[in-house]
T-cell receptor, first 112, second 113 residues
């Protein structure tokens, strides 16, 4: 049973466009929602994270939107660049454990 | 130098063989984790450790064991490797006192033939 469901599986965006990746969760005990970026041959790297007491968090071109009632959160990449081409994972964690439940991943390709 | 170092980076082994994957960290974090990545499934937690004397099973621990030799070292063993353990394995660390962001190593690609 996938506790965190991520979509789409793959995404192609033109340079300068907006990339949007969505995640949905079931466990209402989750209280930490990070996004990770992974390049080929590398480990996932923390990109941005949010807690459920806020509805949006922005860091540069990356924004997380969080909808607690719908149990959904999304990553928006504004002005997408070819260097953003990577696999993105959403994740969730409950309590002070640091244990992460990951979504299935989205492969993003930004075309020049 | 990498903060979280995994060895080996690549390994091919035969079915039934015992294999150990090693992880060391220089971040000074107390918590360490082993995850497995499979295409279309994301990453799944195998084992985690909050300190040297604390070892816990994750969601897919069957067929695996771990050892926390020191605060900075956490190894994952496959006692008798099987082909469906072919995957990308990641070690990660986090600091219980500074939020929940986890730092990942570069991974070990394991192939069981």
């Amino acid at each position: 049973q996938q506790q965190v469901k991520q979509s789409p599986q793959s995404l192609i965006v033109q340079k300068g466009g907006i990339s949007i990746i969505n995640c949905a969760y079931e466990n209402t005990a989750f209280d930490y929602f990070p996004w990770y970026q992974q390049f080929p041959g590398k480990g996932p790297a923390l990109l941005i994270a949010i807690r459920p007491d806020v509805s949006e968090k922005k860091e540069g071109r990356f924004t997380i939107s969080f909808n607690k009632s719908a149990k959904q959160f999304s990553l928006h990449i504004m002005d997408s660049q070819p260097g953003d081409s990577a696999t993105y994972f959403c994740a969730a964690s409950a309590g002070n454990t640091g244990k992460l439940i990951f979504g299935q991943g989205t492969t993003l390709q930004v075309k020049p | 130098d990498a903060d979280v170092t995994q060895t080996p980076r690549n390994r091919i082994t035969k079915t039934g063989k015992r294999i150990m994957l090693e992880c060391s960290q220089t971040k000074g974090h107390d918590r360490m984790y082993w995850y497995r990545q499979d295409p279309g499934l994301g990453l799944r937690l195998i084992y985690y450790s909050f300190d040297v004397k604390d070892i816990n099973k994750g969601e897919i621990s069957d067929g695996y064991s771990v050892s926390r030799q020191a605060q900075a070292k956490f190894s994952l063993s496959l006692e008798s490797a099987i082909p469906n353990q072919t995957a990308l394995y990641f070690c990660a660390t986090s600091d219980s006192g500074q939020g929940f962001g986890a730092f990942f190593g570069q991974g070990t690609r394991l192939t069981v033939v």
